[in-house]
């Protein structure tokens, strides 16, 4: 099997094409983010896990009761933040193992080399994520 050399991924005008190193890069963020985020997905579960096992000692109280919530609130949050990232990333390696990785979801333009080099998991092209921020 021929080894991808990135040339095949779409770059905007005025960039120079993707070279290997700069697939490599894109490669090393998205394995990287990868096992950050599934130690972080980890680590919150088990907080969580832990927070649930403690709760059953101190039930009886009202107020403990009261930040018990607040707390298993903010751990599922960080939870649920962590597998949608997880998510992003592991979509964005997939793009980029299948060949289509770079092309915006909303215009079908190439989201551009720069964009991509710093943030591998995007999704959108620079103006449509703009234009959908403003929207909110
Ligand atoms: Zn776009």
Avoid at 47 to 64: N, V, W, Y
Wanted: charged share 30%.
């Amino acid at each position: 099997m021929a080894k991808a050399d990135g040339s095949a991924l779409p770059t905007r005008k005025g960039e120079r094409a993707w070279s290997e190193k700069d697939v490599e890069t894109v490669r090393r963020t998205l394995e990287e983010d990868i096992s950050e985020l599934t130690s972080e997905l980890a680590a919150a579960e088990q907080q969580a896990q832990a927070l649930a096992e403690g709760f059953g000692d101190t039930s009886d109280d009202q107020a403990e009761s009261g930040s018990f919530m607040v707390e298993r609130e903010y751990q599922l949050g960080i939870i649920e933040n962590s597998k949608e990232q997880l998510l992003q990333v592991q979509d964005a390696m997939k793009r980029l193992v299948s060949g289509n990785f770079g092309i915006c979801d909303s215009c079908k333009q190439p989201i551009g080399k720069a964009r991509l080099l710093a943030y591998p998991r995007a999704t959108q092209c620079v103006e449509c994520k703009r234009a959908e921020e403003a929207q909110v």
